[in-house]
């Protein structure tokens, strides 16, 4: 029986995952890349689930050399640039936790619990600034152990990644794996955690965050602050220019949103997508721009016909 191509893509992802080898490493790794650039965001989250659940988890240290070209350290190389990759998207919370909550059943050595950040951390042998990526977007998990373990390990990473950074010499414009290596939106989440005073809850003095804010206004002054960041550490500017908007509407609508199927979208949504007939208008406008053909309103109402049991495992 013929599948449909979002479906067989992603049945695709889940055999190249599962027989990664040293010899199809390279081929695998392109071929992986192309389903995620042709089905977008559903494909992206379904490699990031898939290597979740192949890779073991039970070792306290990263791979060796003599164990990065078994099967599990492949793996685990081609989740850490996964997660390198994803420190540039804007799905990166989304993504995140929908693979860590919706782990396949062959996963046996990762489960939710206070420590399952600085395990996955460890395991990975994850970079500072991926630690801190990994820590803030599962304090969105839909387990409460998985958030206490992000908010655990986020105190140690944040505090880590924010004294470099402001302890950083003028004369330093760039430190790789410092703050001021990381894109924007990273910057923007960071800051969306610890503003109005939750900077406490992750162990952060007042003065220690005031001069955090302070480096970031230098590096980032008003005439050249990216829109995500503006309102964040410019408050009293809360007005943004019509052409700021502009632009980053233009740049949102040429983002990897607009490669998304439209199912996809609508499941990414939830059920306030049809919480009224104005609610179902607002956000067809919202990601504007796109012709909504014959098939896009079948897999719509295909979307809205699934139940809550079914709604995590299906593939429009």
């Known amino acids: 029986?013929?599948?449909?191509?979002?479906?067989?893509?992603?049945?695709?992802?889940?055999?190249?995952?599962?027989?990664?080898?040293?010899?199809?490493?390279?081929?695998?790794?392109?071929?992986?890349?192309?389903?995620?650039?042709?089905?977008?965001?559903?494909?992206?989250?379904?490699?990031?689930?898939?290597?979740?659940?192949?890779?073991?988890?039970?070792?306290?240290?990263?791979?060796?050399?003599?164990?990065?070209?078994?099967?599990?350290?492949l793996l685990i190389r081609l989740l850490s640039e996964e997660l390198t990759g994803l420190l540039t998207k804007p799905q990166l919370v989304g993504n995140v936790c929908y693979?860590?909550?919706?782990?396949?059943?062959?996963?046996k050595t990762l489960k939710s619990s206070p420590h399952l950040v600085a395990q996955v951390s460890t395991a990975?042998?994850?970079?500072?600034?991926?630690?801190?990526?990994?820590?803030?977007?599962?304090?969105?998990?839909?387990?409460?152990?998985?958030?206490?373990?992000?908010?655990?390990?986020?105190?140690?990473?944040?505090?880590?990644?924010?004294?470099?950074?402001i302890n950083l010499e003028p004369s330093q414009s760039s430190q790789?794996?410092?703050?001021?290596?990381?894109?924007?939106?990273?910057?923007?989440?960071?800051?969306?955690?610890?503003?109005?005073?939750?900077?406490?809850?992750?162990?952060?003095?007042?003065?220690?965050?005031?001069?955090?804010?302070?480096q970031l206004c230098r590096d980032f002054p008003r005439e050249r602050v990216p829109v995500v960041l503006a309102p964040l550490l410019y408050p009293e500017d809360s007005e943004v220019s019509a052409e700021a908007v502009k632009a980053n509407s233009q740049s949102l609508l040429r983002s990897s949103v607009m490669d998304t199927a439209w199912g996809s979208l609508v499941m990414e949504i939830g059920y306030t997508f049809t919480a009224s007939l104005?609610?179902?208008?607002?956000?067809?406008?919202?990601v504007g721009g796109r012709e909504i053909s014959a098939q896009d309103v079948a897999k719509i109402i295909s979307s809205m016909c699934l139940t809550h049991a079914s709604l995590s495992e299906s593939s429009i």
């Open 278 to 286: 104005e609610d179902c208008k607002n956000h067809l406008l919202k």
């Open 99 to 107: 693979a860590v909550d919706n782990l396949l059943p062959q996963q």
């Open 1 to 73: 029986m013929n599948q449909e191509p979002c479906s067989y893509a992603l049945t695709q992802i889940t055999g190249l995952v599962a027989n990664l080898n040293k010899k199809n490493f390279a081929a695998s790794s392109r071929q992986i890349a192309q389903f995620v650039k042709d089905f977008g965001v559903e494909a992206d989250r379904h490699l990031l689930r898939a290597l979740f659940s192949a890779i073991d988890f039970s070792s306290d240290a990263p791979p060796n050399p003599a164990q990065a070209q078994t099967q599990n350290g």
């Open 176 to 214: 790789e794996g410092s703050l001021n290596d990381v894109t924007p939106e990273l910057l923007q989440h960071i800051l969306s955690v610890l503003s109005h005073g939750k900077h406490r809850e992750f162990g952060l003095a007042d003065s220690t965050y005031a001069r955090f804010v302070q």
């Open 124 to 165: 990975l042998g994850c970079s500072p600034i991926q630690e801190g990526a990994l820590a803030l977007a599962l304090l969105n998990s839909a387990h409460s152990d998985t958030v206490l373990s992000a908010e655990n390990h986020g105190r140690i990473c944040l505090a880590g990644l924010i004294e470099s950074y």
